[in-house]
C-alpha cells in the first residue's frame, strides 16, 4: 500500500480541478447544442425536421449556456492568474501568457477548419481570407469556425486586465470587476425589459439591436459573467458580505441575460438557469472548500481531470465546422446515431491530437513544455469557451440560432 505522502505527490493543491470538469461539462453541451440543430443534407443549420441527429433536440439552446458557464470561469481563473506586480512589464507578461495559452491551439483549430471547408467549397481565396482572420484574431469575419469570435471578446476582456495591471492598487481587479458590472447589468436591465415586453413600442427593433455583435464585444452583454468570476476569485481570499452580496447581485443579471438569451418554452428557460446555477454552485463550493484534493488524491484522478479540462479548449474550438462538415459528408448514412458517433470520435480524436501537439507546439514557439499534461504553472489558466455564433459575424460556415 502506498503511502499518504506519495498518495497525493501528483496532486497540486492550488489546481482546481473542480474547474476541469465544469470545463468539459460546458463544452460538451454547447457540443450537443450545435450539434442537434445540423442540418441531415446541407450545410446548414435548421430547426425543422430535416435535423441530422434529431435524437439531440432535447440540448437545443439549453446546452447554449455553456457559454455563460464558460464566461464566470475565465473570470475566476484570470483573476487568480494575474501577477502581483505592476506596470508595463508585469502587464505585458500577462498577455503573453495569454498568447501562450490560446494561439498554438487556436492555429491548429483553425488549419483543421480550413481544410475541412476545402473538401465541400472550392472558393479557396475566400476560406484563405477566413483561415487569416481566424489566425489572427481579427474583430471582422468571416472566420472558418463559428466560434472564433469569443476568442475575441475574451481578447478584449484580458486587455482590460493588462490595463488594470498597469496600476499599483490593491483593490484593482475588484474595481475593473465593479466597472464591468455597471456597465453590463444596465445593458442587461434594458435588455431584459424589452424581452419580457415592458416596452410596446418597437420591441422587435429594440432586441435585434441590442443583440448585436459590439455589445457582446465590449462586455456589455456578457461582462456580468466575467464580474462574477472575478468577486469569486475575491471571496476565496477575503470573505466579506460586501464581496458576497456583490456576487450575488452579479448572479441575480446573469441569470436575467439567460432568460434574454433564451428562444425556449419557460420549462427548458427554467433548466437552462438551473443547469447554469448548479455549475457555478459547484464552483463556488469547491473552491471555498479545502477537501477536493484529498478526494483526488485518494481517487488517482488528478491526470485524468486535468487531461479533460485541456481537452475542452481543442474540442471547443473544433467540434463546430469539423462536425458539420463530416456530418454533410456523411448525408447518405442511414443510421443517424452510427453517424453521431463516427463524428464525434473523430472530433474527439482531432482534439487529442491537437492537445497533444500543442505542447510541442509551445516549447518550439514559446521555450516553455509542460511536465505532463495540465497547467503549466500551479495556478490554472484561462480556457477559452466560447459563445454561439451570431448573425453580426459573417462567418464562412452557418451559423446556430441564438
Known sequence: MSSPKRATSNVDSNHYYALDLIRIFAASIVLLNHFASYSSNNIAVTKGENRAYGFLWEFYNVGAVGVEIFFVISGLVIATSVPTGSGFSAAKGFMRRRAQRIIPTLWMSSSVSFLALCSIQQDWIS??????KSSLLLPLGPYVDG????LIVEVFFYTLVALTILRSSKNRLETLAAAIAIFSVTYNLILFSFTVGLFDYNNDIALSVLHRFPFK??????????????????LKRKRCIKIAVLALTCSIFCVAEIISSSELEAEKTLLTVFVWLTCVAVIIVTLL?????????????SKPIRFLGDLSYPLYLNHYTLGIVLTYHLRYTNSSLLKFEFVICVVVATSAIILAAENYMRH???GKQR???????SKPLA???PPIPTQEVPLTVPIPYR
Open 217 to 234: 464585444l465590449f462586455l456589455l452583454r456578457y461582462g456580468v459573467f466575467f464580474a462574477l468570476g472575478i468577486y469569486i476569485s475575491v
Open 383 to 385: 480556457s477559452f469557451e
Open 371 to 377: 511536465k505532463f499534461v495540465g497547467y503549466a504553472v
Open 364 to 366: 518550439r514557439l514559446f
Open 289 to 301: 472548500s479545502k477537501a477536493t484534493p484529498s478526494v483526488i488524491s485518494r481517487l488517482r484522478l
Open 127 to 132: 476560406l484563405l481570407d477566413a483561415f487569416i
Open 147 to 150: 466560434v472564433v469570435w469569443s
